[in-house]
T-cell receptor, first 113, second 118 residues
């Protein structure tokens, strides 16, 4: 079955360390997204990409970086500049058709040691 | 910019009863797309139902239906015969038509936490 795979499920970061969250999709979707979710809160957009080798900042891009070298993959790096990285991170993808929903992965929980 | 408002942070309902979750949005467009997502304790985001603004008929998916009031910019979700498995956070989301800058993004509400009482 087609879907979105996020790994790892749980990730721990030490102070001053960069970590990379993986997101892979086999839905052949053009657009991919990264969201951050804090406890009891809604989703906030970090970065998104509509095509390979192109991406745009979302609402809370500071302290994060992304790449889109392949259509299937959209990794998110949480840099040491992100001072409060503890959160739940969701990756999503979309066909580009207006009436179609975004499809989501199962998420990665990032915690600070 | 478009905004989505869910005015009920928390709701509760007795098992087997009906509950309605509210969602309002702000837009100047006549064509757009609306979605309800469910996020259970597992934290997966699951599509519940979708509605295209040009369709006057309210969308229905089994026990889930919407009351789409275009003039009032309201998109409420009705859950009939509530089940324990319906307990989750519910998010309303809006997407602009393709000719609008930002149409590739979903605008989410803040969510409503639904509790089902046995």
């Amino acid at each position: 079955d087609g879907g979105i795979t996020q790994s790892p499920k749980y990730l721990f970061r030490k102070e001053g360390q960069n970590v990379t969250l993986s997101c892979e999709q086999n839905l052949n979707h053009d657009a991919m997204y990264w969201y951050r979710q804090d406890p009891g809160q809604g989703l906030r957009l970090i970065y998104y990409s509509q095509i390979v080798n192109d991406f745009q900042k979302g609402d809370i891009a500071e302290g994060y970086s992304v790449s889109r070298e392949k259509k299937e993959s959209f990794p998110l790096t949480v840099t040491s500049a992100q001072k409060n990285p503890t959160a739940f991170y969701l990756c999503a993808s979309w066909t580009g058709q207006g009436n179609q929903p975004q499809h989501f992965g199962d998420g990665t929980r990032l915690s600070i040691l | 910019a478009q905004t989505v408002t869910q005015s009920q942070p928390e709701m509760s309902v007795q098992e087997a009863e009906t509950v309605t979750l509210s969602c309002t949005y702000d837009t100047s467009e006549s064509d757009y797309y609306l979605f309800w997502y469910k996020q259970p304790p597992s934290r997966q985001m699951i599509l519940v139902i979708r509605q295209e603004a040009y369709k006057q008929q309210n969308a229905t998916e089994n026990r889930f239906s919407v009351n789409f009031q275009k003039a009032a910019k309201s998109f409420s979700l009705k859950i009939s015969d509530s089940q324990l498995g319906d307990a989750a956070m519910y998010f309303c989301a809006y997407r602009s038509p393709f000719w609008i800058q930002g149409a590739q993004k979903l605008v989410f509400g803040q969510g409503t936490r639904l509790t089902i009482n046995p």
